[in-house]
């Protein structure tokens, strides 16, 4: 339902992440009973998080989570029209590299 692709920069950080703020090896899910992202200002579990966006049901489980070794980096709810939301330590500085994700046409 979404394509990830890797740019040398971001024109627009909605739907953007910067590669080098990243603990790799990343994963892409969903989400999952219990998810917890620390945010700016504190931990926000991602079922208030969708409840906030007013998500319905039925695309809960499209929005992608990015996990790295560091837990949850980012909620890419932009994709879909919502908000995205970042962890605390993944901010936009002079990276080269970043992925950026698209919603994809089916």
Not at 16 to 32: G, K, N, T
Not at 46 to 51: A, G, R, T
Not at 84 to 92: E, G, H, N, P, T
């Amino acid at each position: 339902c979404f394509r990830i692709n890797r740019v040398s920069a971001c024109k627009d950080k909605a739907a953007c992440l910067p590669a080098d703020a990243l603990r790799f090896p990343m994963i892409i899910r969903s989400r999952r009973g219990g998810d917890l992202i620390h945010g700016k200002r504190f931990a926000k579990d991602l079922k208030k998080l969708y409840n906030d966006w007013k998500v319905p049901d039925d695309i809960k489980g499209q929005i992608p989570v990015c996990a790295d070794r560091g837990g949850i980096a980012a909620v890419m709810g932009s994709v879909f029209g919502y908000s995205d939301y970042l962890r605390k330590d993944i901010v936009f500085g002079n990276e080269n590299k970043a992925f950026i994700f698209t919603k994809s046409r089916e």
